[in-house]
């Protein structure tokens, strides 16, 4: 099963901004979609935001549209989110994921990497 990794998290301060991005090393995706979720201490994983790999079309968690945007880069295989106006809230361990599912629930995602950590200071 392709690892999936996990890069640029960090701290910054509320009201900055972000940019993780997601990457199969030695590999392509072949996903039909790619997504994000978050886990914030004592919390479940949540959906961030998802993109279909072939036509580009996006869906976010309402808590995080107009200020996340997620993206992906065919040509160099990743996936990325840009993160602005950062809340305290959004505080959390950030994963990537992946689904060949057209028809896709949050729970059809896997592929889990390590997560990186996303901590913003108020």
């Known amino acids: 099963q392709v690892q999936l990794v996990e890069s640029g998290g960090g701290l910054v301060q509320a009201g900055g901004s972000l940019r993780l991005s997601c990457a199969a090393p030695?590999?392509?995706?072949?996903?039909?979609?790619m997504a994000w979720f978050r886990q914030a201490p004592g919390k479940e994983r949540e959906f961030v935001a998802a993109i279909t790999w072939g036509d580009g079309s996006t869906n976010y968690a309402d808590s995080v549209k107009g200020r996340f945007t997620i993206s992906r880069d065919i040509a160099k295989n990743t996936m990325s989110l840009q993160m602005n106006s950062l809340k305290p809230e959004d505080t959390a361990v950030y994963y990537c994921a992946r689904t060949y599912r057209s028809n896709w629930r949050p729970q059809d995602f896997g592929s889990w990497g390590q997560g990186t950590q996303v901590t913003v200071s108020s």
């Open positions: 030695g590999r392509t995706f072949s996903s039909y979609a």
